[in-house]
């Protein structure tokens, strides 16, 4: 089974993601000048609806009949790194199944995967892939409902390349595509999901569960405590022991480290469970930052872009005092005009989709 990753021309666009019985989707029509006019962008919840409820309900909504693009979310699918095999470009596929067979969650025969490159192959070196690797079964249940809607799938993207899309677009328009850049978005009850980007590529990727209270959390409350004062910081996992090698024995890219002790869960005398919370999540944004710094450190990081919703410049301007580095919020409603009045839920499901809309066709992922 192949990824069906080449797209076909349309007027206009349906993106869509299909996770956890939850449906985000945007309506798109592309403008001449590049931007997109948003024609309809939501969220709808199965809920105790039978799936041939559901499918009325969305085709009440006008979804019927449209070529769709689909994109996966980091729960459904694995982002491996791995050397490149030494074979012909068209055998890539077949080497990457067998290399990765011990580092994916379940038999290598019930995967569908496809391969890029990391980076731009501008570095010296040996070169390595991004191996997507996502179950038959999920697959299959995002092309069903593409079934039941009557839309012809052309695309089946993931939120990594996604997100670099945009924050592509950002680089670009600020004049500094060929530096490498960040880009951190952050949705209530998902994975975070950080990507640095240069000259059009994705370099690095890194997916890590929020604390449950996040989003509760009073960021500026932990504005004066530093990563290093920090209580706890002993026992933080050492920089070099949380940067992974590249032959994916010990670790990827897209590892999830949640699983690290972080940050002590009985917050001491004077830091609260919200102080807490802060600081573990800047605890795994930071580590990420060195691993960056210490793989890539003839590329130093030209900046970050974040996105968390209504709270975006509120985190932008925290992780600015806290990092030391510029921050700033992630921001793309210039290219697409039409969306403001979603909800905040509908807006931040389905930002990473607009990625989508970005994507071209000479571009694998």
């Known amino acids: 089974m192949r990824w069906p990753w080449q797209r076909k021309s349309s007027g206009d666009q349906l993106v869509v993601s299909w996770s956890g019985h939850t449906l985000a989707y945007v309506l798109a029509r592309a403008r001449q000048d590049g931007t997109y006019d948003v024609l309809k962008l939501g969220v709808e919840r199965q809920g105790t609806d039978s799936t041939e409820a559901f499918v009325q309900r969305l085709q009440a909504l006008g979804l019927r009949g449209f070529e769709a693009r689909i994109m996966l979310r980091p ?8 050397d490149t095999p030494a074979v012909p470009p068209e055998e890539l596929r077949s080497a990457a199944r067998y290399q ?5 969650h379940t038999h290598i025969d019930d ?3 496809d391969v890029m490159r990391v980076g731009d192959d501008q570095q010296k070196g040996k070169g390595h892939l991004f191996v997507v690797a996502a179950t038959n079964a999920v697959v299959r249940e995002v ?9 012809s799938v052309s695309v089946i993207d993931i939120q990594e390349t996604a997100q670099r899309n945009l924050q592509n677009a950002l680089a670009a ?4 595509a060929e530096r490498a850049n960040a880009a951190l978005v952050l949705v209530n009850g998902q994975k975070a999901v950080l990507t640095i980007s240069a000259n059009e590529e994705l370099f690095y990727s890194r997916s890590f569960d929020l604390p449950e209270d996040f989003f509760d959390a009073a960021w500026e409350q932990g504005s004066g405590v530093s990563v290093a004062d920090a209580p706890d910081a002993a026992p933080f996992t050492p920089v070099e022991d949380y940067v992974p090698d590249y032959n994916g024995q010990r670790g990827a890219f897209g590892h999830d480290y949640a699983g690290t002790q972080l940050y002590d869960r009985s917050a001491p005398s004077g830091v609260s469970m919200h102080d807490a919370s802060a600081q573990r999540f800047l605890i795994e944004v930071q580590r990420s930052l060195d691993v960056w710094d210490r793989t890539w450190s003839s590329m130093p990081l ?23 580095q510029a921050v700033v919020a992630l921001d793309v409603t210039a290219w697409f005009p039409g969306g403001e ?14 990625g989508v809309l970005m994507r071209t066709e000479s571009r694998k992922l």
């Open 341 to 354: 009045d979603a909800t905040a839920d509908g807006q931040a499901l389905c930002l990473p989709l607009l």
């Open 111 to 113: 995967v569908t995967l």
């Open 100 to 104: 990765i067979r011990d580092m994916i």
């Open 302 to 324: 030209n900046g970050l872009r974040v996105y968390a919703g209504a709270r975006s410049e509120e985190l932008a301007q925290w992780l600015t005092a806290q990092l030391g």
């Open 143 to 151: 092309l069903d409902l593409g079934d039941s809607m009557h839309w």
């Open 173 to 176: 328009r600020d004049g500094r």
């Open 75 to 82: 729960e459904q699918y694995q982002l491996l790194q791995i």
